[in-house]
């Protein structure tokens, strides 16, 4: 019900709060606190610089297609074709950083997973990924965005739906917007082809609401992070106001404040593909609020169809 839906977190909370606790490592999500040296992992799998992408070696080469929307685009079954972006189901990401709220430097854990739920938007079959924020050691958010890939390796942002609590209670829902509803058209998430010095590319342009654009501006870089150094890194600037680093086979590794009042910083710690059991209790979380979006904001989600899990 409205206002007093309890979130349950037995997978995502257990780890995160172990994972702001020194030394703790979870078996079902992979957060750490010590994020793995190649002094420490030993034999422990781990995605490098060098390594290829989870999807590499199965996907063929993408298309050269226009960068523009076009259902017409896009494979029924699905693309995994971006080297940068992984769509790959039960891949989870974690980076660990911090949010300065009210004057305070706040810390902040970001709990990314690719789930293998989909939901239709606008004509194309796009995948659910869930977001989990903690911030200074509870939950504060959690969001599901709808992503697709087209043929040619375009990552198309297709809506996204936030929920933010508070003492592990709904507290209200944000961000609420589908392509192809109330006007708001399908954004480019990532580029198939990240040149430096390519043209500026909307991500969201919701009319009256939410407007962001971004920027390729470097490639090839070789980039650190607590979790491990990486090559052919791409940094996208965002609005401005923030550099994002992507990095093969991984996705998002690094979150560079430029500007603005949050100074939001990110880092990976860890990254890792979950078990059967730990990707089916997130799929159902990311189904979960997918559901309440229809009754939260009924003039954005209530016409949709609902989503559903990939088996």
């Known amino acids: 019900m409205l206002g ?4 349950t977190w037995s997978v995502v909370i257990g780890a ?4 702001l606790a020194a030394g703790c490592t979870s078996a079902e ?3 750490a606190t010590e994020p793995p040296t ?3 992992t030993g034999s422990s799998p781990r995605p490098s610089s060098s390594s290829k992408p989870p999807h590499s070696s199965a996907s063929p080469t993408p298309k050269n297609i226009p960068r523009v929307f076009d259902p017409k685009n896009f494979d029924s079954a699905g693309s995994d074709f971006n080297r940068w972006v992984p769509m790959t189901p039960g891949i989870q990401i974690i980076r660990k950083g911090f949010v300065t709220v009210g004057g305070r430097r706040i810390p902040h854990l970001t709990v990314t997973t690719i789930t293998d739920v989909t939901k239709k938007v606008d004509g194309v079959r796009s995948v659910l990924v869930l977001d989990q924020d903690i ?5 504060s958010e959690q969001a599901v965005d709808y992503l697709a890939e087209d043929v040619g390796a375009n990552v198309w942002y297709l809506g996204s739906y ?3 609590y508070e003492g592990g209670q709904f507290l209200n829902a944000q961000d609420a917007w589908l392509a192809g509803v109330g006007g708001a058209a399908a954004g480019l998430y990532f580029p198939g082809d990240p040149e430096p010095g390519s043209a500026p590319f909307y991500q969201v342009k919701v009319p009256g609401g939410e407007q962001s654009s971004a920027q390729v501006v470097k490639a090839g870089q070789r980039q ?3 979790f491990d150094c990486f090559k052919d890194v791409i940094v996208v600037v965002e609005g401005g106001a923030e550099n994002k680093y992507w990095a093969p086979g991984v996705g998002q590794i690094l979150t560079e404040p430029l500007s603005g009042v949050a100074q939001e910083t990110e880092e990976l710690i860890n990254v890792k593909e979950l078990s059967p059991s730990a990707l089916s209790e997130l799929s159902a979380e990311a189904l979960k609020l997918d559901a309440h979006a229809a009754q939260t904001v009924p003039s954005v989600f209530g016409p949709s169809s609902p989503a559903v899990r990939e088996r």
């Open 4 to 7: 007093q839906r309890v979130v």
């Open 16 to 19: 995160t709060l172990c994972a």
């Open 29 to 31: 999500t992979g957060a």
């Open 38 to 40: 190649s002094e420490t």
């Open 135 to 139: 911030d200074g050691g509870q939950v």
């Open 162 to 164: 936030t929920e933010a």
């Open 224 to 226: 650190c992070v607590p």
